[in-house]
């Protein structure tokens, strides 16, 4: 097996606070049936106590970007996992990058730059008994890592994936000298960006390969209104930028054996989700119907579109729709739903805050997901909405675009059908979508049809795994 360390601030199921865990809690998974052993370095947060105090010590750093750290060896699964326990770092309240008022912690650069060195040192073989052949960087906390292999003349391969470029790590560039970098990398070919240190664009410009978490927004990205301002860099490596589309893990989203859901299901015993909707409409308080059920599990915010979904809410409930929705976010947006539930009790149920049963009875009660993101790298609740018969109403952008297919006529005429997909995030174009699939719910056959696509469709781990092996073996031999 050849060995793979991947580096990342979260994963499923010891730290969670979106997609990228998911993504790097089924990646050892899905690469060991190609030849890869991955090892999941991960920071030691106060969640991970128990596993850091039954782990092994495997290394000490007694000055780590200024930090006295340890090494723990444990398990992530079937699969090694390390752990960075640097308790003057890692050991406080809050959440991973901020404190429990979502204020950032203010020496994130420092605590990301620590645990960005560990991956590279370890990658590097400057840890005794710890080697790897390659080092897989995961989103801006990760960011540095690849340039500290380069820094260090490692020898390991390293690929830098972005699961969202809007989160960039930005730090003031005075932190340069405690980062222990050359001073040639004080400049654009390294670390700075516009002024300012980032580490999303350090990884970008020293990384072996790029991957983005879809085909299209590894295209996107080479614009303006999508690289925020990396888009230059992107187009200057573009022939190492690469889109492989996320997977799911059939193991904890599967409707015929999720124990969250009152009814389990198959594609072929849908009239079993009824009992879900029932428990949708009681703990949502909607008055039991015939319209559409449709909700939303999002973060409330302006690049989820949920702005624009807020306006439209009136015309959805006065075109025969209900809505539950769960999710948090903006605080004017929080409110703006609320407002909504308030004015059309019974049509309207919001929950604010996140419940991952809860979101898991909602995919398998209700009737459509509402998912208007303005920009959206994979999105990983359209391919929870397809495998649970929930159909996608969707924009036309990111990984959105790529697993969605539109119900249009050919489409439908076809049988190929699995979601909504609209144009743009506008008030005009979000009504019009909800209008077709509220049409699409009352014929009855095609619904079903468009339901079984989504749920018939492979989208598990096992070809992205592949992808990504297949990625790894090209880098590897040109080492």
Known sequence: MTPVLSVASEAYPLVKTGGLADVVGALPEALAPHGYETTTLLPGYAALADLIAEGEPVHHWPDLIGADARLIASRLGDHPLLILDAPSLFERPGGPYGDAGGRDWGDNWRRFAAFARAGAELAS????????????????????????????????????????????????????????????????????????????????????AITTV???????????????????????????????????????WSPASDPALPSTYTADTLARRAANRAAVEEQFGLTPGSGPIFTVVSRLTW??????????????????????????????????FRAAAERHPGRIGVRIGYDERVSHLLQGGADAILIPSRFEPCGLTQLYGLAYGCVPVVARTGGLADTVIDANEAALGAGVATGIVHDGVTLESLTHAIARTIALHGDPLRWRQTQRNGMTADFSWDESGRRYADLYHRLLEQA
């Open 125 to 208: 073989g400057a840890v005794p008994g710890q080697r790897f052949a390659l080092l897989h960087a995961h989103d801006w906390q990760a960011g540095l890592a690849p340039a500290y292999v380069r820094a260090l003349g490692g020898h390991a391969k390293t690929v830098m994936t972005v699961h969202n470029i809007a989160f960039q790590g930005r730090f003031d560039r005075a932190h340069f000298p405690a980062l222990g970098l050359p001073d040639w990398m004080n400049s654009i070919h390294g670390v700075e960006y516009y002024g300012a240190l980032g580490y999303l664009k350090a990884g970008l410009q020293a990384a072996d």
């Open 214 to 252: 879809s085909p299209t927004y590894a295209r996107e990205i080479r614009f303006p209104e999508f690289g925020m301002g990396l888009e230059g860099l992107i187009v200057d490596r573009a022939d190492i930028v690469s889109g492989i589309v996320n997977g799911i893990d059939p193991a904890v």
């Open 303 to 336: 690049q989820k579109g949920m702005d624009v979904l807020a306006e439209v809410l009136d015309a959805l409930v006065a075109m025969g729709g209900r809505l539950a929705m769960l999710g948090s976010g903006d605080k004017p947006l929080e409110a703006a």
